[in-house]
């Protein structure tokens, strides 16, 4: 592919935000021939892949009559947005100079000028922080009862939300399609919700609500089964509950942009109603960060599309645009999945391969090579895996023969996780010589990873 343009380094678009909006306007902005640069964030306001990357089935986006993972179907946005010649950048966004063209963007790690630029960073759903919270984060507890309410766990099964509003009263009612009983948790001792959301709310008889109660802790084994709340005028209450929801709001993740472009009253981007142009000339903006009533992956879709659309016309009318001539008209094909890559076994197994799958190779490198091995435990449901992966593998090919990579998938080789005393995804571990030089657990960035192996290769 032939870059045309590009001058003094100056993009035609960056994309800040790697969830559906941002891939979306990505792959539009690249067919366009724009080559955008997409700055896919790390730590601040979820990580790369954004918040599906966070849940397991996604059962509502068009196309996938059987659902598909949620990390799953972000690969695959990835994957498309790459394959039309979309460039990743991976860091966060610091702050924006919105003056005028070409506008600057400091990341963590320097400055990138851009003719445009298309927000996408989303926002990120309130949490409560309550004892046992991660641990049961997508295992009975959710911040989207419309995207996880259907769930096979929650049928027929006693469920709460957390929430005095009109999105925790919208909820509960929803919940009731499936669940036996919904317990609405209310901190103070009114509902903030509209008087018909509240009569709505009052007339349904499968709903509880539990005022002045304030959630403490989730319990359970591999999934939610009860919550620990205090009333403050009853004392400790244990509810028994298969689901918890979380309905106390979202936060635009718009800090960095320091109030340089007009927020509405709750924070989120102003732009004018159905359109994706910001208050500033040239800045566009789509997703959940301007969006505080859809909140859906296939709306956060739309309006990436629409913000790309707005981009491409607003670069060609003020005659910004550098676009690159393709040698091919269609690119090559993506490869599929990285997670439906076989596992080694006897016959394919090969010592000298830089990474390979499953618990077989892991035995035999243990036991056999003389190379640091770099053992990323993952399961196929856990986003932050799909994230560490790909950066694993990058480390290594930089290593260049000198150290090897196994995955292992804890679903299927259970056994061999035990052993390791494995209780999270991801959880990289270092070996070499049959010694443990280092565990990680969560995403970590590159350069600790490649440290740990330089100290000891
Ligand atoms: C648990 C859960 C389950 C859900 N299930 C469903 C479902 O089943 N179906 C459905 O349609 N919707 C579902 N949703 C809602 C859906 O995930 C969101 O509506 C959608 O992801 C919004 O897309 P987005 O691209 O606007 O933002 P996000 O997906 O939030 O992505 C934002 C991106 O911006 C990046 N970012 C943030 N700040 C910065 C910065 N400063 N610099 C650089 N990058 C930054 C983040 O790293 C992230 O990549 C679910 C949400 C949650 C939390």
């Not at 298309?118 to 989207?144: M, P, Q, V, Y």
């Not at 960060?289 to 016309?313: H, I, K, N, P, Y």
Request: charged content about 25%; some cysteine.
């Amino acid at each position: 592919m032939e870059t045309k343009g590009k001058e003094n380094n100056i993009e035609n678009v960056v994309i800040i935000g790697s969830g559906p909006a941002g891939y979306t306007a990505a792959i539009y902005a690249a067919r366009a021939n724009l080559q955008p640069l997409l700055v896919t964030g790390f730590n601040s306001g979820g990580i790369p892949g954004g918040q599906l990357m966070t849940t397991t089935f996604v059962e509502n986006f068009p196309g996938f009559p059987d659902g598909v993972l949620g990390p799953e179907l972000m690969d695959l946005m990835k994957a498309q947005a790459e394959r039309w010649g979309t460039n990743l950048y991976e860091s966060d966004v610091i702050s924006i100079n919105t003056l005028k063209p070409p506008f600057e963007i400091k990341t963590l790690d320097g400055v990138i000028k851009s003719n445009s630029i298309i927000i996408a960073t989303g926002a990120s759903a309130n949490r409560l922080g309550i004892i046992n919270e991660d641990k049961f984060w997508s295992k009975g507890i959710s911040a989207c009862a419309i995207c996880d309410g259907a769930t096979p766990q929650f049928r027929d099964e006693e469920l709460a939300v957390i929430g005095g509003g009109d999105s925790a009263c919208e909820e509960a009612a929803y919940l009731t399609k499936y669940g036996s009983k919904v317990h609405l948790i209310v901190r103070s001792e009114k509902l903030r919700a509209s008087a018909a959301m509240i009569d709505r709310v009052k007339a349904n008889s499968k709903i509880e609500i539990h005022w002045n109660t304030k959630v403490e802790k989730a319990n359970g084994v591999n999934w939610l089964e009860n919550i620990e709340a205090i009333n403050s005028q009853k004392g400790p209450v244990e509810i028994k509950v298969k689901g918890l929801f979380y309905a106390i709001g979202h936060t635009p993740n718009t800090k960095f942009l320091n109030n340089k472009i007009v927020l509405d009253k709750k924070g989120y981007i102003a732009c004018k109603s159905g359109r994706p142009e910001t208050s500033i000339e040239g800045i566009f903006a789509a997703g959940d960060v301007v969006d505080s009533e859809w909140r859906q992956g296939v709306t956060a879709a739309g309006t990436g599309c629409m913000a790309a659309l707005a981009t491409e016309r607003w670069l060609a009318e003020k005659n910004l645009s550098k676009t690159i001539i393709r040698e091919t008209t269609e690119p090559e094909k993506t490869s599929s999945s990285s997670f439906n890559e076989e596992e080694a076994n006897e016959d394919t197994f090969n010592s000298n391969s830089q990474w390979q799958k499953g618990s077989y190779a892991l035995r035999k490198l243990y036991h056999e090579s003389n190379k640091p091995i770099l053992v990323i435990f993952s399961s196929p449901s856990c986003g932050p895996c799909h994230v560490l992966k790909p950066q694993l593998k990058r480390v290594i090919k930089e290593f260049d023969g000198a150290v090897q990579g196994i995955e292992i998938d804890i679903d299927k080789d259970q056994e061999i996780a035990k052993q390791a005393g494995i209780n999270g995804t991801p959880t990289v571990q270092l070996f070499k010589e049959k010694l443990l030089k280092k565990q990680w657990q969560g995403v970590k960035q590159r350069s600790e990873f490649k440290e740990a192996i330089q100290n000891i290769i």
